[in-house]
């Protein structure tokens, strides 16, 4: 069974501040997510990594994937308030084919202070 | 851009009734997912369609049945409902298995 591990689970922070989420998958996967969720709204895709070794980066937030550690990191740079909100990764169970669902890990709560 | 959209977006139903949640994925797009996200919680993957076919199945209850139609949009049957139920069901779809899956609004169900 493919487990996904995120930490931390809740992140309190100010504005201006580096920090970086972690996620841990128990499983050979084809792809990794990464989404944002604002409180009763919907997941929005931030970065989908398909190899070793990607990195991808929009903004202040930057997300790398290291397959052989079966790790995925996602770095906020100068964090600012507009980024507080629940980010989830998610990992595809690379079944051979077929319409996967994702496995979420549990999301790490971030919230950023003026 | 187009996005998925889901209804409806709030329902409220009694124990033990049925409720149909449908969900209409962005155009072209072949392939359907449907998760439920308690409080709090993760999103769990309970059902997939890919060309109108049943694709992979998660941990959705015996109680619920999902469907892709012809014009590609589908819908999941809920019966006999429970207040374990309550929760935010969201749909979403990509362009084949290998794609992005995008997420619909979700729809928020409440049982009574």
């Known amino acids: 069974e493919l487990k996904v591990e995120q930490n931390p689970l809740f992140l309190s922070m100010q504005e201006g501040k580096n920090y970086t989420i972690y996620c841990n998958y128990s499983?050979?996967?084809?792809?990794l997510y990464w989404y944002r969720q604002d409180p009763g709204k919907s997941l929005e895709s931030l970065f989908v990594?398909?190899?070793?070794?990607a990195v991808k980066q929009e903004g202040r937030l930057m997300a790398s994937l290291d397959t052989k550690a079966r790790l995925s990191t996602l770095h906020i740079t100068a964090a600012v308030h507009d980024l507080s909100a629940t980010y989830f990764c998610?990992?595809?169970?690379?079944?051979?084919?077929?319409?996967?669902?994702?496995?979420f890990g549990k999301g790490t709560h971030l919230i950023i202070q003026p | 851009a187009a996005g998925v959209i889901q209804s409806p977006r709030h329902l409220i139903k009694e124990k033990r009734e049925t409720a149909t949640l449908k969900c209409y994925p962005i155009?072209?797009?072949?392939?359907v997912y449907w998760y439920q996200q308690g409080p709090g919680q993760d999103p769990q993957f309970l059902i997939s369609?890919?060309?109108?076919?049943?694709?992979d199945k998660g941990s959705i209850p015996d109680r619920f049945s999902a469907q892709q139609f012809s014009d590609y949009h589908s819908e999941l049957n809920m019966s006999s409902l429970e207040l374990g139920d309550s929760a935010l069901y969201f749909c979403?779809?990509?362009?084949?298995?290998?794609?992005?899956?995008?997420f619909g609004p979700g729809t928020r169900l409440t049982v009574l």
């Open positions: 499983t050979t996967s084809d792809r």
């Open positions: 369609f890919y060309e109108k076919m049943q694709s």
């Open positions: 155009p072209r797009h072949d392939t």
């Open positions: 979403a779809s990509s362009l084949g298995y290998t794609d992005t899956q995008y």
């Open positions: 998610a990992v595809d169970i690379a079944s051979g084919g077929g319409a996967d669902g994702l496995t």
């Open positions: 990594l398909l190899s070793n070794g």
